[in-house]
């Protein structure tokens, strides 16, 4: 099966700071990658789809202007949280999408913003 | 949005016992996945379901998928203590090739 790395697996950040989540395929070439993002006991949530070449895709109510999201290469999609507040501490997954429903995670990243 | 309400919510259990959990969608689902997901960490699949009526092994794992196409069932035979972690339903809603709705998921907790 494909193998996601995402780095780095813990930040913390100062409020207002910005800070970048990386989400590596490293053995596929994924068109598409998606962001999800999990509150402590909570389910995880889809943030974002992001597409190789183009513009993310945001789910309602996920700012876009806020979260990020560049995908410029196959192997690549980045998640950058601007201007964080002590409200954006999660923990964000990504996940690459191959085959029809081949759907690997990568280990997560927690954000503790203070 | 579509939800998938998974239950029980959390459960506690003794090593060597079996665990049932399930997971139900006010809509159709045409695919059925559970994960697991350890603390922590992104969540892994166990055990994919493409059919109405299939039910699938993994090992102590056993999954099926409802007749109706609105539930999925999880089973899990002789419990060991790893078994411990949350484990979640997941599937796209109908008419998304490719987006995954999780569900709320099940936390379950192994005693020796």
């Known amino acids: 099966g494909a193998v996601v790395s995402q780095h780095p697996s813990r930040v913390i950040c100062k409020s207002g700071t910005s800070v970048k989540i990386e989400c590596r395929s490293l053995?596929?070439?994924?068109?598409?990658m998606f962001w999800y993002r999990q509150f402590p006991k909570q389910s995880l949530m889809l943030m974002a789809t992001?597409?190789?070449?183009?513009?993310?895709?945001?789910e309602q109510g996920v700012e876009k202007d806020k979260f990020l999201i560049n995908h410029a290469s196959l192997t690549l999609s980045t998640l950058t949280v601007t201007s964080a507040h002590p409200e954006d501490s999660s923990f964000y997954i990504c996940s690459i999408l191959h085959g029809r429903y081949g759907y690997t995670f990568g280990s997560g990243t927690r954000l503790t913003v203070v | 949005g579509q939800q998938l309400n998974q239950s029980p919510q959390s459960m506690f259990i003794q090593e060597g016992e079996d665990v049932s959990m399930n997971c139900t969608s006010s809509?159709?689902?045409?695919?059925w996945l559970w994960y697991k997901q350890d603390p922590g960490e992104g969540p892994v699949l166990l055990i994919a379901l493409y059919k109405a009526g299939e039910l699938t092994s993994n090992g102590r794992l056993t999954a099926q998928f409802g007749i109706t196409r609105k539930d999925s069932f999880l089973n899990i035979s002789a419990s060991i203590p790893s078994d411990v972690g949350i484990y979640f339903c997941a599937g796209p809603p109908n008419g998304t090739a490719s987006k995954l709705t999780f569900g709320t998921g099940t936390r379950l907790q192994v005693t020796l």
């Open positions: 053995d596929f070439q994924a068109t598409t």
């Open positions: 992001s597409n190789e070449g183009s513009k993310a895709t945001y």
């Open positions: 809509s159709i689902f045409n695919t």
